[in-house]
Nanobody, 131 residues
Framework: QVRLVESGGGSVQAGGSLRLSCAAS????????MGWFRQAPGKEREGVAR????????YYADSVKGRFTVSRDNAKNTMLLQMNSLDPEDTAMYYC????????????????????????WGQGTQVTVSS
């Protein structure tokens, strides 16, 4: 079992930056996919950035490449999402998620796992970008 709690959302003007944090508790030792997803009103939930905790491989949606950076502080059991050059299109509820434990040979599967393949979710944090 893993419990996830997000923080760091807020309102910012276009071009600004925010950093989201996802604090994990419970079984934090096992390697697994962790990811940031977002959902805007009337749209499907989409994967934004993912990381395999075993080797810290990272994967990004095309829409955020070069602007967002996902990282993990293993000592603090925290996943971070640094968001730069924010655009109004980035406005959404952002969720932190984690899969069940996965072996290293499945690390690359973190790049495209659908939301239903993530077993643990945080409550979400709102990001609003104004033009």
């Amino acid at each position: 079992q893993v419990r996830l709690v997000e923080s760091g959302g807020g309102s910012v003007q276009a071009g600004g930056s925010l950093r989201l944090s996802c604090a994990a508790s419970g079984d934090t030792a096992s390697s697994r996919c962790m990811g940031w997803f977002r959902q805007a009103p009337g749209k499907e939930r989409e994967g934004v950035a993912r990381i395999y905790t075993g080797d810290r491989s990272t994967y990004y949606a095309d829409s955020v490449k070069g602007r967002f950076t996902v990282s993990r502080d293993n000592a603090k059991n925290t996943m971070l999402l640094q968001m730069n050059s924010l655009d109004p299109e980035d406005t959404a509820m952002y969720y932190c998620a984690a899969t069940r434990p996965l072996p290293l040979w499945l690390a690359d599967s973190c790049s495209n796992r659908a939301p239903y393949e993530y077993s643990y979710w945080g409550q979400g944090t709102q990001v609003t970008v104004s033009s």
